[in-house]
């Protein structure tokens, strides 16, 4: 049994949704509003939240990027804007996982355990990773490149770490994708693109003059100790 927190405004859609995540087995608070959310959200301290974007106070996406501030609670965007944009802002701003109305409690349901399951899973990939003169740090989601920390966004981190556990290995967008951004059923090429673009700026190389983010044409893309490997 998980302890959810469901910030939705719409009565009969909170009634339901409660009701129905009940009968599968978790326990069940929920908020009408952005800031009643934060507040029950640090005071119970649910095991996941399951958060509207269409708030009468804040926008869910800033009630997002509060609560990351302070928590690193696995949070679900459940919400009807289903326009590409919004997905990949909800996902930048620190969402796990991004379902569009209407949906079914089973796919709800299903949803928050994948959720919950990779955050167990997690604690297995918590060791710093070194590649070359970068040193990732997941527990405190600091990455430094030469000994100095780099100014990266909540994606550019888990983009970097997810290479950075797989050195050499390449890796389709369309495992980025599904992995990093959640969006298993589908999504745009350029998504990916534009952030390896801002990671490599970051790194001080560009695809042209790659160090550690290799592309491999029509495949992928991997991440590599340049001590050891061939200029790309």
Excluded: N
């Excluded at 990455?143 to 780099?150: M, P, V």
Aim: glycine fraction near 8%; charged fraction near 25%; proline fraction near 5%.
């Amino acid at each position: 049994m998980a302890h959810l927190l469901l910030v939705e405004d719409d009565a009969q859609v909170r009634s339901a949704l409660s009701r129905a995540l009940t009968d599968h087995g978790h326990a069940v608070i929920s908020a009408a509003a952005g800031m009643p959310g934060l507040t029950r959200a640090l005071e119970d301290r649910p095991d996941l939240v399951v958060l509207d974007l269409g708030l009468p106070d804040l926008d869910g996406c800033e009630v997002l990027r509060m609560l990351r501030a302070v928590s690193a609670v696995p949070v679900i965007v459940a919400t009807a804007r289903d326009a590409e944009p919004e997905i990949v802002r909800a996902l930048d701003a620190g969402a796990d996982d991004y379902v569009v109305k209407p949906f079914s409690a089973a796919q709800l349901d299903a949803r928050i355990r994948a959720v919950l399951r990779r955050g167990r899973d997690a604690g297995t990939e918590a060791a710093p990773v070194r590649v070359g003169g970068l040193l990732i740090e997941p527990a405190g989601r600091e990455a430094f490149l030469d000994g100095a920390l780099l100014d990266l966004t909540p994606k550019e981190f888990d983009l970097l770490h997810y290479l950075a556990v797989r050195p050499g290995q390449v890796v389709s967008k369309r495992e980025l994708l599904a992995e990093v951004w959640r969006m298993a059923y589908g999504g745009a090429d350029k998504t990916v693109d534009v952030h390896l673009s801002w990671l490599r700026r970051k790194l001080g190389e560009s695809a042209q003059r790659s160090r550690y983010l290799q592309t491999v044409h029509g495949v992928g893309v991997k991440i590599v100790d340049p001590g050891r490997a061939e200029p790309g």
